[in-house]
C-alpha cells in the first residue's frame, strides 16, 4: 500500500487519490510513466518530482511519518513490517509526571522481550533503537509520551501505527480488551478480565512481596502485545481493500 499511496503529497487527499487510480495509476511507478498528462502539466510536475523523492526514501521510515496523515500511518506497515516491533507499557498510575514505568513489553512477530523496572528497566533503550517501526494501541497519547519522560534521550522507532485510529476506521471502537472480545482474541483464563487499574495492584502487590503478581503482571502485558500483531493485520487488510475496491 506504501508505493500506491499519493496522500503523502501535499494538497492530495483521499478523493484525488482515488481518481488517479481510476484512471488506471496504480503506483508511483504507474504516474511517473504514464504517457499522458494527468492532472494539468505545472501539478503533474510537482507530483512526479515528489514522487522521485518518494522511491528514494523508501528505506526512511521517518520520511513517511512526517509526509503521510497520521490517520494513514497504516499504510507503512507491509513496507517496515520485516523491522517492527508491538509495544505496550505498564505503569504504577496514570500521571505522566508523578507514576513511573513498570514493565513495557516488546513483541518482535516471534518473541516476546519484558523489560521490569528494578530489573532490566534500562536495556530497553538501547533494544528498542534497532527498529524501524512501533505499533501501539493508544500510544500516541499514553505509552510514547510516558516513554519519552522516562528515557529524555531515548531513540524510538522512526515509524508509528496507533492501532486505535484504523481499528477506530474498519467500525471497533473502544479500548482494546474490547475490541479483543469483539473479534474473538482470548486471553488465557489466570488474565482474563484484568483491565490497566489491576495492573497497577498487581505492581504494587509485587512490591509487598508476592511473586505472582510480578508474573501475572507481565503475562498481562505480554498478552497486549502478541494481540496487537492480529489486530494491525486485520486492520491493514481491511483498509487496503476497502482503499482498492469499485465503490472507491
Known amino acids: 500500500m506504501l508505493q500506491r499511496t499519493f496522500m503523502h503529497i501535499q494538497g492530495i487527499g483521499e478523493k484525488t487519490e482515488q481518481r488517479i487510480w481510476k484512471k488506471g495509476i496504480a503506483t508511483w511507478q504507474d504516474f511517473l510513466h504514464w504517457p499522458g ?29 512526517k509526509c ?56 530497553f533503550e538501547i533494544d528498542i533503537a534497532q ?17 519519552k519522560r522516562s528515557f529524555p534521550s531515548i531513540t524510538l522507532p522512526q515509524g508509528h501505527i496507533d492501532l486505535r485510529y484504523p481499528l477506530q476506521k474498519i467500525g471497533h471502537k473502544g479500548g482494546l480488551k474490547k475490541i479483543e472480545k469483539e473479534l474473538g482474541i482470548s486471553r488465557g483464563e489466570d488474565i482474563q478480565g484484568l483491565g490497566g487499574l489491576e495492573a497497577v495492584y498487581l505492581w504494587r502487590a509485587w512490591q509487598n512481596g508476592d511473586q505472582s503478581a510480578l508474573d501475572k503482571l507481565i503475562a498481562y502485558n505480554t498478552a497486549d502485545i502478541v494481540n496487537l500483531k492480529p489486530l494491525m493485520e486485520l486492520a491493514y487488510d481491511t483498509l487496503s481493500s476497502a482503499s482498492m475496491s469499485p465503490s472507491h
Not at 136 to 144: C, I, K, R
Open 68 to 123: 503521510l496523515p497520521s490517520g494513514q500511518a497504516w499504510r507503512m506497515y507491509r513496507r517496515y513490517k520485516h523491522n517492527a516491533v508491538f509495544l505496550d507499557i505498564e505503569t504504577s498510575g496514570l500521571d505522566h509526571d508523578l507514576d513511573e514505568i513498570t514493565v513495557i513489553g516488546i513483541y518482535d512477530g516471534q518473541k516476546v522481550f519484558s523489560y521490569v523496572n528494578g530489573f532490566n528497566l534500562s536495556d
Open 131 to 147: 527498529y524501524d517501526l512501533v505499533i501501539t494501541f493508544n500510544g500516541a497519547m499514553f505509552d510514547l509520551p510516558f516513554i
Open 37 to 65: 498528462p494527468v492532472f494539468s502539466p505545472g501539478r503533474d510536475q510537482v507530483i512526479r518530482a515528489a514522487l522521485e523523492e518518494s522511491l528514494e526514501h523508501l528505506d526512511d521510515p521517518a520520511y513517511f511519518r
